[in-house]
């Protein structure tokens, strides 16, 4: 089991940053793939960016892509999702993921994540 805690979300401006983090205790943090999804009022979670055991690999959605940076550090179990350039679209309740190693793993895929966050609210407004 693995317990994940969010923070970091908040109200920004249009064209502002913030920087979510996300805290893992439990079993080894660098046995697990870590993702971030985020769920806007009236819509399907979606999927946001996800980083593999090493950091040596990351996919980020389309929408995001140029803007969102993912990170971890395995050395303090905790992920990070630099969010630049902000945008009202990005309002959303943001939710981190952990995905144990398996053979096939899919960084991408919702539904291979198996332990979740209880989400923070970010607000892109003016």
């Known amino acids: 089991q693995v317990q994940l805690v969010e923070s970091g979300g908040g109200l920004v401006q249009p064209g502002g940053s913030l920087r979510l983090s996300c805290a893992a205790s439990?079993?080894?943090?660098?046995?697990?793939?870590m993702g971030w999804f985020r769920q806007a009022p009236g819509k399907e979670r979606e999927f946001v960016a996800a980083?593999?055991?090493?950091?040596?690999?990351?996919k980020y959605a389309y929408s995001v892509t140029g803007r969102f940076t993912i990170s971890r550090d395995n050395a303090v179990n905790t992920v990070y999702l630099q969010m630049n350039r902000l945008k009202p679209e990005d309002t959303a309740v943001y939710y981190c993921?952990?995905?144990?190693?398996?053979?096939?793993?899919?960084?991408?895929?919702?539904?291979?994540?198996?332990?979740w966050g209880q989400g923070t609210q970010v607000t892109v407004s003016s």
């Open positions: 439990g079993r080894t943090f660098s046995s697990y793939a």
């Open positions: 993921a952990a995905q144990i190693i398996q053979p096939r793993y899919d960084l991408l895929a919702e539904y291979k994540y198996h332990y």
């Open positions: 980083i593999n055991w090493t950091g040596g690999t990351t």
